[in-house]
């Protein structure tokens, strides 16, 4: 008796996880139903699941098309998002750590004047932030792109949460065969981190790979666009074309599925020993 | 940039895309002689365009001038650029009240010495500010009417000439698949602005820089804007926006209001199927197309003030072929100079022709002094009237306590 | 090695782990931030080196602006939403997912995948393809199979069903990511004390969740909690996308950082009334999120 209704629970358990499945993938399914259909086919007053003809061209033409340079934005969106991503984990790895572990008498101001930061929506200092960029001689350069976005007190924050919780004994146990802190960070701290540095890489490197307004108003050249500047720039022309709109947004996002795939039982390991809260 | 430019060469040749520029400056690679400007225009949708003021750029000798075709909010972004040295040295605005007053833009009254009566008035007095000219039009754009001649006929229905008439036929238009009218996803409130208020014989800002439009008459007109929300008449979160004909092509509405630009595209699709119409009268004022036109202007933080004013005077000012070229060959604009707009021969006949009569009779622009803050303080009451039916005559009022205050606060400047 | 020489060891190294990151976040972040307080007392129409002082002018006209005040309170009704909605949502998937012997791998995978999405990319398919207002959008042709009229989503302000658009968004967007550390969190839970509430004879489902799993992720939910607070207030990329146009930006739904946006970055570049709305939103946040900190009593474990 009790076993059945258990067995029913897991089966309904089941059941609701398949249906909630399906519904969380309906956009993604959209955006390849879309972006494989011609014109007509979207717009079309009846429903078809599938594209009445599916058109493998339209990809071949997103890339053909002269007035949007897609390829070149893929390139610069994927430079970008490495150099981010590893220029913020070191960045925020070693304040991180410095932070956690290095005593010393204001450490707890110098926190709290980097978490301070993450109430402070960017949109406010938007305007300074691109003058100074800009006085810098930074516009339309890939330094301009990346390293005002390196410092970020959200990976900082995590790290430091991470370090404070990492195991102190091994570190001890470095100090005491005469390593410093540099040499016990890099050759004990490091290597045994792998999780920590995977979660917030994945996440920043999503963060820079989707960022928009930023990269719209410093890549002011075309050859610097970046991915989402390109997708962009198909909806605000006057006429819209849907059909090419959709398959770029699809290619867009197809990087990212795939470091996102590979990473994320990484992502889990690492929030659960980082301790976000 | 400072990534290696042979991997982005080989990675970019394949695929074509270096036929723009091949610098990573945005600054030619060309040794030509002269000073170095870089020219931004906001991205056309009309194929073609961007290469047409490229080669307009690339065939101008006496400097080396790059153009940047910018995607996204284009205000926004050359109202940032302008802050600093690294923006354009000339670029197609308004340019702004608040950029004029502000010293950001280059007096170009001289380039027009002697040819300025040739410019459209229309367009040149938003340009003009203390009796200098801040940026010389470079074509007009106008908003009409568009409505499918066979749909009203079978609903039985006469082209409007009132507002009133507009209500009635949207209403009687609409079926359940057939919307009546589309103004915009939003209903209106964006494109629409002030044409309403000029169709009922009243104005944005009065000549001596006072609210046009505190006027029990200005109430009334907006009221039948929204009846024509209420009445469901109005196509709503269509794919497309007002500026795209795709909606009207496409049979989800009888009637659209859209720019001249889509005309070729309509006559295309729909042949003779089609009329054209200016925004309709109401009460005892007169129809009304708000007619407008970027400018080209001239950044003050160029360090070629001179070498870029130069530039905009052999482009907008001499080159007459050029500003035909750009008016006529890719969309669909009045050329700004009168006497090029009675040479187009595309311009002579049927809705092309009407649209021209349209804008000489009743044409309106944005008056300069008709500031952002104005405007959305006018545009935000006008979708609260529109979609949530809020009472006109009080949503007015505020609109009007707000535009006095900024009127008072640019007189103020100058 | 003296005391006073091990110190100031101790502060070189700080300094060297420290100090590029805390000198840039200096330089682009806290420079700009001051940069903006300053330009908030000046009159900063369409320059960044104002020179007319105006006091608490700025201060006074934007919380005066009733578009201000309304913004703040879209603001609210966002975060009444998309909060909750969030919570429930991403610790149910949490939970079931948790719990599920096929395929776990599979449905983790598959909730937290939109995280990749970017708004733009989102904005894009409700609008125009799942929410488009015309009558091949996927729901108006749902609306369409069970004999409904199509709806204007994004357009029809009464009823307000523009809010479905705006929270769903989000909610696909975001709940995958609060799932995560909801797992992170259950799996934190000592296996033991389910045991030993079994041997107390609490049923599994209903009471085991209230009284073991939901007290053992109470870290995991005031983190979460304030995440989701933080985020609706920085909520810009979904709503502009979706509702901005060439014209500008409807007056409803349009949270504080969008009207702010439209002053300050706009045609109209009014820098000091922008700068001052920012400054507003930002005690605002802080006020929220550090109020919220003490009432749950976060960071006193460190202390």
Redesign the interface.
């Known amino acids: 008796m009790e076993d059945a209704v258990?067995r029913v629970?897991?089966a309904l358990?089941?059941v609701?996880?398949i249906a909630?499945?399906l519904l969380?993938?309906?956009?993604?399914y959209?955006?390849v139903r879309?972006g494989l259909s011609s014109e007509q086919d979207?717009?079309?007053?009846q429903?078809t699941f599938f594209p009445s003809d599916v058109r493998w061209g339209n990809v071949r033409e997103l890339?053909?098309d002269?007035?949007v340079?897609?390829?070149?934005s893929l390139?610069n969106s994927a430079?970008i998002a490495v150099a981010t991503t590893l220029g913020t984990l070191l960045?925020?790895s070693?304040?991180g750590?410095?932070?956690a572990r290095?005593?010393?008498?204001h450490?707890n101001k110098?926190f709290y004047?980097?978490l301070?930061?993450?109430?402070?929506?960017?949109?406010?200092?938007?305007?300074?932030?691109?003058?100074?960029v800009?006085?810098l001689?930074w516009?339309?350069?890939?330094?301009g792109l990346i390293?005002?976005t390196?410092?970020s007190?959200f990976a900082?924050f995590v790290f430091r949460q991470y370090f404070l919780g990492f195991p102190r004994e091994l570190e001890d146990a470095a100090q005491v065969d005469g390593l410093?802190?540099?040499r016990t960070?890099w050759l004990i701290v490091v290597p045994n981190a792998r999780p920590v540095f995977a979660a917030v890489g994945t996440i920043v490197f999503?963060g820079a790979?989707?960022s928009?307004l930023w990269p719209?108003?410093i890549g002011?050249?075309?050859?610097?666009w970046t991915v989402?500047?390109?997708?962009?720039?198909f909806?605000?022309?006057?006429?819209?074309k849907?059909h090419e709109?959709?398959v770029a947004?699809a290619v867009?996002?197809l990087p990212?599925?795939v470091?996102?795939?590979c990473f994320?039982?990484w992502?889990?390991a690492g929030?659960?020993r980082s301790?976000?809260? | 940039m400072t990534i290696s430019r042979r991997a982005l060469l080989a990675a970019g040749a394949g695929v074509g895309l270096l036929t723009a520029c091949g610098s990573n400056t945005g600054r030619g690679d060309g040794s030509g002689a002269g000073p170095k400007l870089s020219q931004w225009y906001h991205q056309y949708g009309e194929a073609g365009t961007e290469q047409a003021v490229k080669r307009y750029a690339a065939a101008y000798k006496k400097a080396e001038v790059t153009v940047q075709w910018r995607p996204g909010n284009y205000d926004q972004q050359t109202a940032a650029a302008l802050l600093t040295e690294s923006g354009p040295d000339v670029f197609e605005g308004g340019p702004t009240l608040d950029q004029i007053q502000g010293g950001q833009v280059v007096d170009l009254t001289d380039l027009l010495e002697g040819v300025k009566d040739d410019f459209n008035p229309a367009v040149l007095t938003p340009k003009t500010y203390d009796g200098k000219i801040w940026g010389i039009p470079q074509v007009i754009d106008m908003q009409l009417l568009y409505y499918r001649k066979s749909l009203l006929k079978d609903a039985g229905v006469e082209p409007p000439t009132t507002l009133d008439a507009l209500v009635d036929a949207a209403r009687k238009l609409t079926t359940k698949k057939v919307k009546g009218l589309f103004l915009g996803n939003d209903g209106g409130a964006g494109v629409l602005g002030g044409t309403p208020l000029y169709a009922a014989g009243l104005q944005l800002v009065t000549e001596d820089g006072k609210v046009g439009f505190d006027d029990p008459a200005a109430a009334l007109a907006l009221a039948k804007i929204y009846q024509l929300y209420a009445d469901k008449s109005l196509l709503l979160g269509a794919p497309t926006d007002w500026s795209d004909p795709s909606a009207f092509l496409q049979g989800l509405t009888a009637m659209q209001w859209s720019g001249l630009w889509a005309l070729p595209q309509v006559q295309k699709e729909l042949g003779d199927d089609f009329g054209v119409l200016p925004f309709p009268k109401d009460g005892s004022g007169s129809p009304a197309v708000p007619v407008g036109a970027f400018g080209a202007a001239v950044s003050a933080r160029s360090k070629h003030k001179e070498a870029a004013s130069d530039f905009v005077k052999w482009l907008w000012v001499e080159r007459a072929d050029y500003q035909e070229d750009f008016a006529l060959s890719y969309g669909f604009h009045i050329p700004a100079r009168i006497s090029l707009a009675k040479k187009a021969d595309k311009l002579k006949t049927g809705a092309a022709a009407e649209a021209v009569r349209f804008t000489t009779d009743h044409g309106y622009a944005q008056p300069l002094l008709w500031t952002p803050a104005s405007q959305t303080a006018y545009q935000d009451a006008l979708s609260r009237i529109i979609k949530s039916g809020a009472n006109p005559e009080s949503e007015l009022r505020t609109v009007v306590r707000k535009v006095s205050a900024e009127l008072d606060r640019v007189k103020k400047k100058s | 090695m003296t005391a006073e020489r091990r110190v100031r060891n101790h502060t070189l190294w700080f300094w060297i782990f420290v100090g590029p990151f805390a000198l840039g976040l200096g330089l682009f972040t806290y420079v700009p931030l001051l940069w903006s307080v300053g330009l908030s007392f000046f009159d900063a129409h369409n320059t960044v080196t104002p020179t007319e002082f105006v006091g608490l002018d700025n201060y006074q006209a934007v919380l005066s602006d009733d578009a201000f005040t309304d913004s703040l309170r879209t603001f609210l009704v966002f975060t009444a939403f998309i909060v909750p909605a969030t919570y429930v949502l991403s610790l149910a998937l949490a939970l079931m997912v948790n719990r599920v012997r096929r395929a776990q791998a599979f449905f983790r995978s598959v909730f937290f995948l939109p995280a990749a999405c970017s708004y733009v990319v989102a904005a894009l398919i409700w609008k125009m393809s799942i929410f488009n207002g015309v009558r091949f959008g996927l729901a108006n042709t749902v609306l369409g199979w069970f004999g409904g009229d199509p709806i204007a989503w994004l357009s029809t302000t009464d009823p307000p069903w523009y809010w479905l658009v705006i929270v769903t968004v989000r909610l696909w967007l975001q709940a995958g990511f609060y799932m995560i550390l909801f797992l992170a969190g259950l799996q934190r839970i000592d296996p033991g004390l389910y045991e030993a509430a079994a041997v107390d004879g609490a049923r599994p489902g209903w009471q085991v969740l209230r009284h073991i799993t939901l007290p053992q992720l109470r870290a995991t939910s005031i983190a979460v909690v304030l995440l989701l607070v933080i985020n609706a207030f920085q909520a810009f990329d979904e709503f502009y996308n979706l509702l901005s146009d060439a014209r500008g930006y409807p007056p409803y739904a349009r949270p504080p950082l969008v009207y702010l946006y439209y002053i300050a970055l706009g045609q109209g570049q009014n820098l000091g009334l922008g700068s001052a709305g920012a400054v507003v939103l930002a005690l605002i946040i802080v006020v929220v999120t550090v109020g919220q900190a003490r009432w749950f009593g976060l960071g006193r474990r460190e202390e």
């Open positions: 258990v629970g897991r358990r089941l609701l996880l909630l499945a969380f993938l309906i956009p993604f959209l955006l879309n979207i717009t079309s007053p429903w890339f053909a002269t007035s340079p897609f390829a070149r390139l430079l960045l925020a070693l304040a750590y410095g932070l290095i005593p010393y008498r450490a110098v004047a980097i301070g930061t993450l109430m402070v929506p960017a949109a406010v200092t938007f305007v300074p932030s691109f003058v100074l800009s006085s001689g516009i339309s350069t890939l330094r390293i005002p390196l410092f007190a900082c410093g802190y540099w960070y999503i790979w989707n928009f719209l108003v002011q050249d075309r050859n610097a989402q500047v390109a997708l962009s720039s909806t605000t022309s006057q006429v819209i849907l709109l959709f947004a867009s996002i990212l599925l470091v996102f795939l994320q039982r992502i889990v929030v659960e301790g976000i809260d």
